[in-house]
Structures are given as C-alpha cells and as structure tokens.
C-alpha cells in the first residue's frame, strides 16, 4: 500500500540533545513538508521541499533543520536551539504543481524529559 | 498573507443531527480550499476540496461545503452525523496554483463532540 510513514510514534528528547524524526512516502511524490500541531493552534508550517536536495523554510523553521537527499525521504532534525520542542509532528507529500493536496502520515509526537 | 479562521473552537451535536462548521478565509486570490479531519493522535485526512467550478463539493463521509466568495468563506456541512465523526476538523487554503508545492494556512481546528 502507498502512503507516508513517520517514526518513531513517540520520542523523548533530554536537554541539549538534537533528534530525528523519519519520514518516508511511497507514493512517488515531489513535494514534502513538515509540520508542528499544538493544542489548540492547529498546524503550522515548519519546512517544505519541492524537490530533492532543495527545501524552504516555514513560518517557524527556526530551531528545526531538515535534509532531502531522496526522494522518498524528508528527515526533520529537532535541534537543542528549539526551547520549546514538545508538539506533535506532522509530516505530508504532494503531488508537484497539486493545489495543496497533501497526504499525512500518522504523526510523531515529541516529549522532553 | 493567507489566513483561515475557525470562530467555533468546540462543538456538540447530537447524533443524527445535522452539521455546519464555519471557516472564513482571507486571501486576495482565488483562494485552494480543503477541509481535513483529524482523530485523536492520527494524521489528517482529506474530506474535500475547493479549486475551481462548482461551488458546492462533495467529500467523503457524507461530507459536503460549498464556497461563497462574497462572505469569504467555506462552512462544512453533512446532513446527518454519526458518532465516528467526533473528530477534530481544520479548514485550509493553498496560496495559489503552486500552493500545494508552498504548504497550507491551517485555521486553529473545530473538535467536534457527538452526543448520544
């Protein structure tokens, strides 16, 4: 089945550490993104690449870095400069040229201990 | 830039019952309009979507909205609910033909509770 998937579905991140959230879609599309959900604030762009080896920021990329070497994959870095990092995390592709259809995955959510 | 507003944070609806959730947008263009639905600790799924023609659309579940470019806004309806649609609901524009490519403006989500 095609689809995106993110792991892990849970991740704990102590003071000062940087961590990596995995997202991988099958679905052959151009374009990813990432996203962070608070309670309450809805979603907001962290993110965006329209195509490999080049990505964009969001309204709130500061804190956060990612990489996209493939296709199939967008991995965004928490890094420790992000003082507020508890949220869960939604990856998505599209479909390049598609008007905001996007395809989520399942979501990771970060905690810090 | 593009905003989306949902004015209703919570709402109870009895099962069986019908359904209006409100989104106004904010945007100079013709605005991409899409409607998700989110479970507890789920992605998002797609119901419908708004680019262009017919101003009312059809989604999944049951779900319909329909456009109105003079009130700028784009309400969510279904005729009668089920208790598998408690969910959280967010309204969302793309900015423009390249949106998709962009990421959307989300609004801040609509939960909706079922009663029995």
């Known amino acids: 089945d095609g689809g995106i998937t993110q792991s892990p579905k849970y991740l704990f991140r102590k003071e000062g550490q940087n961590v990596t959230l995995s997202c991988e879609q099958n679905?052959?599309?151009?374009?990813m993104y990432w996203y962070r959900q608070d309670p309450g604030q809805g979603l907001r762009l962290i993110y965006y690449s329209q195509i490999v080896n080049d990505f964009q920021k969001g309204d709130i990329a500061e804190g956060y870095s990612v990489s996209r070497e493939k296709k199939e994959s967008f991995p965004l870095t928490v890094t420790s400069a992000q003082k507020n990092p508890t949220a869960f995390y939604l990856c998505?592709?599209?479909?390049?040229?598609?008007?905001?259809?996007?395809?989520f995955g399942p979501g990771t959510r970060l905690l810090v201990l | 830039a593009q905003s989306v507003t949902q004015p209703d944070i919570h709402i109870t609806v009895s099962e069986g019952a019908s359904l209006e959730l409100r989104c106004n947008y904010s945007y100079g263009a013709t605005p991409y309009l899409f409607w998700y639905v989110q479970s507890p600790g789920q992605g998002l799924q797609l119901l419908l979507k708004y680019f262009s023609g017919d101003t009312l659309v059809q989604g999944i579940k049951g779900f319909e909205a329909e456009f109105k470019r003079s009130q700028s806004s784009f309400n969510l309806r279904k005729p009668s609910v089920h208790w598998s649609d408690a969910a959280e609901y967010f309204c969302a524009v793309g900015a423009s033909i390249g949106g998709g490519a962009d990421g959307l403006t989300f609004g801040k989500g609509t939960h909706l509770i079922i009663q029995p």
């Open positions: 679905l052959n599309h151009d374009a």
């Open positions: 998505a592709s599209s479909i390049a040229g598609s008007p905001g259809t996007q395809y």
